[in-house]
Nanobody, 124 residues
Framework: QVQLVESGGGLVQAGGSLRLSCAAS????????MGWFRQAPGKEREFVAAIRWGGTETSYPDSVKGRFTISRDNAKNTVYLQMNSLKPEDTAVYYC?????????????????WGQGAQVTVSS
């Protein structure tokens, strides 16, 4: 089993920045991909970013590309999501997730482990 604990959410004005952290514990050696998803009220859970646990390859959807950066610190078993130039439409609960294989990185249902979620609210 793998446990994921998120931190760093909050309220920020449009144009501001926030950094989310996701601390992993347990059988982290089984992880292949770490991802971030978000879910706004009444909407489907949406892919935000992903990174290979053992490498540097990253993926982003067009909606956040150039504004969000995913990174990891293997020594701390922690994954980060740096969010810059935030917009009101970025408001959502953000979830950290992990999966044990490299397929279907963009599909939230294919992830094995989830954090508890962190609220990010961007005011206009």
């Amino acid at each position: 089993q793998v446990q994921l604990v998120e931190s760093g959410g909050g309220l920020v004005q449009a144009g501001g920045s926030l950094r989310l952290s996701c601390a992993a514990s347990g059988r982290t050696f089984t992880m292949a991909i770490m991802g971030w998803f978000r879910q706004a009220p009444g909407k489907e859970r949406e892919f935000v970013a992903a990174i290979r646990w053992g490498g540097t390859e990253t993926s982003y959807p067009d909606s956040v590309k150039g504004r969000f950066t995913i990174s990891r610190d293997n020594a701390k078993n922690t994954v980060y999501l740096q969010m810059n130039s935030l917009k009101p439409e970025d408001t959502a609960v953000y979830y950290c997730a992990g999966k044990t294989n490299s397929a279907n990185t963009f599909i939230w249902r294919m992830y094995d482990y989830w954090g508890q979620g962190a609220q990010v609210t961007v005011s206009s």
